[in-house]
């Protein structure tokens, strides 16, 4: 593998990237050929159930499993007992690195139960109703505990205590008590004291949000097929197979050579699919019962027992000078993590500020354990929570100060060479370019209505590259197939992949066929996350299809006798290259392709990376909103979203992404949280009372590409997937404040909660 | 020698310090180094970081170099959703 940050952007006349053609997968989708992870079966499959905890925390004293083990058609039974016990043994994992100690506890609770819905047992039987009826037979002893939910309560010196060796890390000198407290992180930069001492306004505020699910359609599902030499062979909807291959080896103490997994399509993930959840737990149903185990979840198993992401808690201050200068800023970021510790806390703190250029910065993160699922990445994980308060608070001071939102972001906006409060400094970035291209949209200055709002607010994130590999194979008939090692998460990352290498080769986009390779296929590959898909994925296609180009010239130098260096590649044909003394036939890929078996053998190009140079993205939205008053109901009227993707390979691909991330922002921001009962049970697991927007809440959602290049892609490419989720919660609150004249600091903007506050601000109106 | 510049985050490692010079010649020794230098540092070298090296951000690339007058930033590593 080697480090690939040396293909640089080259301005150059394209014939393919940045056109529209159809998805490759997209027919099989809208026709239900397409294989989602249930969709997969093997002859002589058992159903595998899992047994979850109804408690929010308790002390498992004993589990007998033995009359589900007796009922006729159940073949196996597992719990504690058959997984090995794992020491503290930390790897990435994507949103943030994972201790295998937690990863195994949390895939199958061994002395504790540490929230609703935490796996205790599993079964597999001949079918599902045996499987249900063999999960009411296991007899779990628990000694319920008391639980916390509330990030602010759990930190509380009296809360209940998830892990009693758990001591704060992070703190000099080490805390003398073990607490829920299990990371504290602080960036700094500069004299936030003297920042503020300088501002002529300053402004200081608290926010919450509410724990949020992905929200994908698809719930988890999963195959595993263990054979008896040892092998096994997994089919998973999933972000990212070759890391769910590496945990289920360690999990279950096997070598990585033996296990086999191959992804399905994948109906959303957003995060959510970064994890393992039951695939250990099928492989060791099969290895068991020595049949196939097939196990999907239902929608209350993904509610109750898979990643949502943090609810938050956030204080801001901003200092300002009139004249719109930002003197000093400090936050401090109090996230969930759920049972385990691991929140997106630090890459929320590293990115609260990070769109404005700061002297003075000071932003405090802390990682909270609580009695709720272990939370996992959320697009962007953890910045939209950070930039509801940052934007919310950056709109407050500008109405202060009466500097016009957008005005006030330029003023101070980040720009390439801006030092970080994280560590290193910006490179090239489009921040003042997204900002000037929504102030000149004429969404910007459209009249508004009586009682609308508008409002305006920012994103940023860093976007990543990683390990990344790909094949491609040039076929006899002069087509191409590319083996891609990244997850195509259903935002048709595939077409732009093709697009690229029928770019590089100088062929029509159709006669280059991408398919995902399974673990067996190519080497390791990173989950499909930080907008890495088309950024890295992309690297490493263009560089396979380089690889390519160079053995096809090589070829044609030895048929038609000439240098290599005589032969150019241009338009899908090898060419005398300009100006060579030495002339000879044009041959085209077809040509080369029908030769290659007698002439050397097949061709095909290959790339093994580890994808350096991400660029960050930013975005800059506008929304209008209506405030019903006699329901307190807010209607989105108009949504623009801007943002600089550095290059739109497939322009429509990337305004889905755009629209998609708006639209689940907004459900963020006006419906969705998980509510808890008092015993911290879930209330709500399930689509009816866990609301998610749907087509007829939505306005259009109008997008504008901005597209500043990402000088280390050779395209130019930065990724957008995350960016789009990062701004709708502030800028629908700052919209809903500019129509009621009222600030909400705490999500979701729900009828009931709108209702009461237009209420008591009626009420002290009449009073004044 | 090179100017290691760490993030405020990784202060309660290292004792305080935020600063140094180090003659190495890639990113691994420079792990090493300040492994040496600061033991409580070494789980984050392991797993947890990122280097800018002049500006240019590095995951995972223990080969890259280093040159003499080089300017590295240590901060967490970044993944998304």
Avoid at chain 1, 29 to 56: E, F, M, W
């Amino acid at each position: 593998m080697i480090v690939a940050s040396g293909l640089k952007y080259q301005a150059r006349e394209l014939k393919i990237v940045g056109t529209r053609p159809l998805r490759p997968d997209g027919v099989d989708k809208v026709t239900g050929r397409a294989r989602y992870g249930a969709d997969i079966s093997l002859p002589g499959q058992l159903i595998g159930k899992v047994l979850r905890s109804p408690h929010a925390h308790a002390r498992i004293k004993s589990i007998d499993t033995s009359a589900a083990a007796a009922l006729p058609g159940v073949k196996a039974v597992i719990s504690r007992d058959d997984f090995a016990d794992m020491a503290e043994e930390y790897a990435a994992a994507g949103e943030l690195t994972i201790n295998f100690r937690d990863v195994t506890r949390n895939m199958m609770a061994r002395e504790k139960v540490l929230y609703d819905g935490h796996p205790v047992a599993a079964v597999a039987a001949t079918s599902e109703a045996i499987a249900r009826a063999a999960l009411k037979l296991i007899k779990v002893d628990y000694e319920i505990l008391p639980h916390v939910i509330d990030v602010i309560a759990a930190l509380r010196p009296d809360a209940p205590l998830l892990h009693e060796e758990q001591y704060t890390e992070g703190v000099n000198p080490r805390p003398a008590r073990p607490s829920n407290l299990a990371k504290r992180l602080e960036f700094a930069r500069g004299n936030v004291e003297a920042g503020f001492a300088a501002a002529d306004t300053i402004v200081e505020r608290e926010f919450t949000t509410k724990p949020v699910h992905q929200g994908y359609i698809e719930p988890q599902a999963c195959l595993a097929s263990y054979s008896e030499d040892g092998q096994a062979e997994l089919w998973t909807s999933t972000q990212g197979h070759f890391v769910f291959r590496a945990q289920c080896a360690k999990l279950l103490q096997m070598e990585i050579s033996k296990i086999r997994v191959t992804p399905t399509e994948i109906g959303g993930g957003f995060g959510g699919k970064n994890n393992i959840y039951n695939e250990p737990l099928a492989i060791a149903l099969s290895r068991k019962s020595h049949r196939p185990v097939k196990m999907v979840m239902t929608r209350e198993e993904v509610f109750r027992a898979t990643g949502p992401t943090s609810g938050g808690h956030v204080k801001v201050r901003l200092g300002a000078t009139r004249d719109g200068r930002i003197t000093a800023a400090t936050a401090e970021l109090s996230f969930q993590a759920g049972a385990f510790p691991g929140s997106s806390v630090a890459p929320a703190s590293m990115c609260a500020f990070t769109r404005y250029d700061l002297e003075n910065v000071r932003v405090i993160g802390n990682d909270v354990t609580v009695n709720r699922p272990k939370v996992a990445a959320y697009r962007a994980p953890g910045a939209p929570i950070a930039a509801f308060a940052v934007e919310s608070a950056i709109d407050e001071m500008a109405k202060k100060l009466g500097i016009a939102p957008i005005e006030f972001r330029l003023i101070n906006a980040a720009r390439e060479g801006t030092q970080t409060y994280y560590g290193p400094k910006l490179g090239k970035i489009g921040y003042i370019e997204t900002l000037e291209a929504a102030r000149a949209h004429p969404h910007y200055r459209a009249p508004l209505g009586p009682g609308h709002g508008r409002g305006i607010a920012t994103g940023f994130w860093f976007n990543i590259g990683n390990e990344t590999t790909a094949a491609l194979n040039i076929n006899e008939d002069g087509t191409a197939t590319l083996i891609m090692g990244t997850i195509d998460v259903a935002g048709g990352s595939r077409a732009a992949m093709a697009m690229m290498v029928a770019e590089e080769l100088g062929i029509p986009f159709d006669r280059v066929r991408p398919h995902i390779g399974d673990t067996s296929s190519l080497g390791f590959n990173f989950i499909t996350a930080g907008s890495r898909g088309t950024f890295a994925g992309g690297m490493a296609c263009v560089v396979a299809a380089r690889d390519a180009i160079e053995k096809l010239r090589d070829r044609v130098a030895r048929i038609r006798e000439v240098p290599l260096e005589a032969v150019l590649w241009k338009d899908g044909h090898a060419v005398p290259a300009e100006g060579s003394a030495r002339q000879f036939a044009p041959m085209s890929l077809a040509e080369i392709a029908g030769q290659a078996g007698k002439t050397g053998g097949p061709i095909a190009g290959h790339a093994e990376l580890n994808v350096q140079g991400a660029g960050p993205g930013f975005g800059a939205h506008i929304v209008d909103v209506e405030v019903d008053r006699q329901t307190g109901s807010i209607k989105i009227l108009r949504y623009t979203a801007v943002q600089d993707v550095g290059r739109a390979i497939h322009p429509a691909y990337v305004e889905g992404q755009l629209q998609g991330g708006v639209v689940q922002g907004i459900g963020w921001a006006l419906n969705e949280e998980y509510v808890y009962d008092a015993d911290g049970i879930l209330a709500n697991p399930g689509f009816l009372d866990y609301r998610i927007p749907v087509a007829s809440d939505l306005p259009f959602i109008d997008t504008v590409i901005v597209e500043v290049a990402n000088p280390n892609h050779p395209y130019g490419v930065r990724g957008c997937g995350e960016v789009p989720i990062i701004a709708p919660l502030a800028a629908i609150a700052n919209a809903v404040e500019n129509a009621l004249g009222i600030r909400f600091y705490d999500l979701p903007m729900a009828p009931p909660k709108v209702l009461q506050a237009i209420d008591e601000a009626a009420a002290a109106a009449s009073k004044a | 020698m090179a100017r290691i510049l760490l993030s405020s985050s990784l202060t309660p490692y290292t004792g305080g310090e935020t600063e140094l010079e180090l003659n190495v010649a890639n990113v691994a020794q420079l792990f090493q180094a300040l492994g040496a230098r600061y033991p409580r540092l070494r789980q984050q070298l392991e797993t947890d970081l990122a280097v800018a090296i002049d500006g240019e951000i590095y995951q995972d690339a223990l080969l890259q170099a280093i040159a003499g007058d080089s300017e590295v930033f240590l901060f967490p590593k970044i993944a998304g959703g």
